[in-house]
């Protein structure tokens, strides 16, 4: 008889469709995945309506030292530059916070909207719809727990406008209304450009990402503020501009290929890798620890009969008959010793021996017994099995003696 296979065939076959359909999908999202997001996010790499690479470039072209902060490859701007924080995901938390925390300037720029890809054209988006005020207002309130959000139609002129470019809008602004804030670029409408100053500390909220987003840059003097709002809060020319890209998720990119290993996709093929090698060990590999022991020949013996006969019974049920039988056939048994006349009936034989033990000095009375079994109810199993217990005990008692007299 050939050994038993480690995995049955339905198991086999479940584990080869569930390693090649991760397979399968590790695979697609290396080929369409990247560490870096240049599609239709909010990113510098991004070239969508949406995105940030005109900004980013615009910003070269201006002879503004530039730069880009991510996940292990965290950029300061160093003294006298500026961190921007542009359009950061709903999940942007207190967390995040901490590192505006740490810089002395910073411009914050709030989301306005959310977009869908377009999945005939790469990098370009199909869609676009407004994100809930709430969500865009609890990201300024980390900033400013006072300052609040609007939507309305474009301010036609500006009460007070430091930067000196008028900006143009598309469909709508999105402004802040705030007593804390101070206006740099705003009205009675709201505020475009807010300031909020502690200590040394400074930080500038841009309302409305649409000026300085890709499809914006091209209108108007667009480009000229996005200009001018990084030239008025950088300190002099050699002030560095960070665009702070961890708040998107971006990570630096790894040079090493054992890195690679542990990020994401490829992470996915090394542990298929090591499952794949756990399991081709489980199947190959003898067992471990001392030989099994053959299993015991089939006893025909006694207690193999005994055991089966209990198992038999047990499973139909006759635990009350088994009893008040045994309790019979030990009162029997006990006259068989005795030599008692064969005639008597069990009530009658039972008497005759509690003469004899009333002599030996006995004092259980197996004519009790009997009358406990037969008057037992069946369903009653702890008084038979107690009556069985009282009768071997007695026959013990009668037969060698009690324990005061042996």
């Not at 590192?99 to 002395?104: I, Y």
């Not at 971006?250 to 990020?263: E, G, I, R, Y």
């Amino acid at each position: 008889m050939g050994e038993r296979a480690t995995f049955s065939g339905p198991v086999l076959a479940v584990l080869i469709a569930g390693a090649t359909a991760v397979f399968a999908l590790s695979m697609l999202l290396m080929l369409n995945g990247s560490s870096e997001d240049t599609s239709y996010s909010t990113t510098t790499r991004s070239i969508s309506a949406i995105g940030h690479a005109g900004f980013y470039e615009l910003a070269e072209r201006s002879d503004i030292p530039v730069a880009r902060s991510r996940i292990n490859g965290i950029v300061a701007p160093d003294e006298g530059g500026l961190l921007v924080m542009a359009e950061p995901a709903s999940h942007f938390s207190s967390d995040d916070i901490v590192r505006l925390g740490h810089e002395s300037n910073v411009l914050l720029v709030l989301p306005k909207r959310w977009a869908t890809a377009d999945r005939t054209r790469s990098g370009w988006i199909r869609s676009t719809s407004p994100m809930p005020e709430n969500w865009v207002g609890d990201i300024l309130r980390l900033v400013e727990p006072k300052a609040d959000l609007t939507r309305g139609a474009p301010p036609r002129s500006w009460d007070r406008n430091d930067l000196d470019v008028d900006p143009s809008f598309d469909d709508g602004a999105q402004l802040i209304r705030s007593d804390v804030l101070t206006p740099i670029v705003g009205n009675a409408q709201g505020m475009l450009v807010g300031e909020k100053l502690d200590g040394d500390r400074r930080v500038w909220v841009l309302s409305d990402p649409d000026i300085i987003e890709n499809h914006g840059l091209a209108k108007r003097r667009n480009a000229a503020f996005a200009i001018a709002l990084l030239n008025a809060m950088r300190d002099g020319d050699e002030g560095k501009v960070v665009f702070d890209e961890t708040i998107h998720g971006m990570v630096n990119v790894v040079d090493s290929p054992f890195k690679k290993l542990f990020q994401f996709p490829y992470v996915i093929v090394l542990l298929l890798t090591l499952a794949a090698s756990v399991l081709l060990m489980w199947a190959t590999t003898a067992r471990f620890g001392k030989p099994r022991q053959a299993p015991a020949a089939f006893d025909f013996g006694k207690g193999r009969l005994i055991a089966n006969t209990a198992s038999l019974l047990d499973r139909a049920g006759h635990h009350a008959f088994v009893m008040r039988r045994y309790v019979a056939e030990t009162l029997r048994d006990a006259g068989r010793l005795f030599h008692a006349p064969r005639q008597l009936d069990d009530e009658g034989l039972a008497a005759w021996l509690d003469k004899i033990g009333k002599s030996r000095g006995v004092s259980t009375k197996s004519a009790d017994i009997l009358a406990r079994s037969r008057e037992s109810r069946s369903s009653s199993l702890n008084e038979l099995f107690q009556a069985a217990r009282d009768i071997h005990q007695w026959k013990d008692e009668i037969s060698d003696g009690t324990s005061a007299r042996s």
